[in-house]
């Protein structure tokens, strides 16, 4: 079972692109999610590192209130409706 961030995170992921540049090393970047960009010394590492940037981007994004992209049906923009609780 998977949760609705993990999936977010997954979505987003799998918008990634990523270049080799001129001295061997990635560069990796999520449109969508601007300014989510990374590098590495191998794909890997950058693939890594740009995950890691989009859980930051997504946790300030969320903390600061910024409107975040609705990535294939998900929406973390929904307002959070609590409801008092009650004393027994």
Known sequence: MKFILSNYI???MSEAE???LDD???AGN???CKGV???GNTLKECENELRLTLED???LGLRQG???PVLKGINLN???RREPVKSM
């Open 24 to 26: 061997g090393s990635y």
């Open 57 to 59: 981007w997504i946790y």
């Open 30 to 32: 999520i449109q969508s």
């Open 37 to 39: 960009v990374s590098f």
């Open 78 to 80: 929904r307002k959070i």
């Open 18 to 20: 990523y270049e080799k």
């Open 66 to 68: 910024h409107r975040l």
């Open 10 to 12: 997954d979505k987003a």
